[in-house]
């Protein structure tokens, strides 16, 4: 269930981070085993994710949302990244046009950018 679940945590001197996995690619990989074949390499799967999930390295994942273009001046975010809070990503996305004491502003606009957060 471990794998099924995923797991974050720390403990006396250790700490851990384990992603969630497909149900389905476990149970192929525990018959592949059972064969005494090898498992094939999984990949972290959240059920109902429609944001991408791509491997950088070894042990880590590039994590992406969704969004669409509604028009020159909106996007629609339909798809946090897996573990981002709407209220800190509202908050990210705002010190990109109005920056902060410490960064300014990344994106010079002109007009009135418009950021809609579809909540299912």
């Given amino acids: ?3 099924v679940n ?8 250790w700490s851990t981070s384990v992603p969630n996995y497909n149900p389905h690619d476990i149970i192929e990989n525990l018959r592949r085993l ?3 074949e090898e498992p094939v390499e999984m990949t972290p799967w959240y059920r109902g994710f429609k944001g991408t999930i791509e491997r950088q390295t070894q042990d880590k994942y590039l994590v992406s949302g969704s969004w669409n273009k509604i028009d020159d001046t ?3 975010i339909t798809e946090l990244p897996i573990k981002t809070w709407t209220q800190t990503y509202k908050e990210f ?5 109005t920056g ?7 994106l010079k606009v002109s007009y009135t950018v418009t950021l809609r957060l579809k909540m299912a």
């Fill in 34 to 36: 059972l064969r005494d």
């Fill in 93 to 97: 996305l705002e010190s990109l046009v």
């Fill in 1 to 3: 269930m471990l794998l």
């Fill in 6 to 13: 995923g797991s974050e945590g720390i403990g006396t001197g």
């Fill in 100 to 106: 902060s004491d410490k960064q300014p502003a990344i």
């Fill in 74 to 76: 909106t996007l629609e």
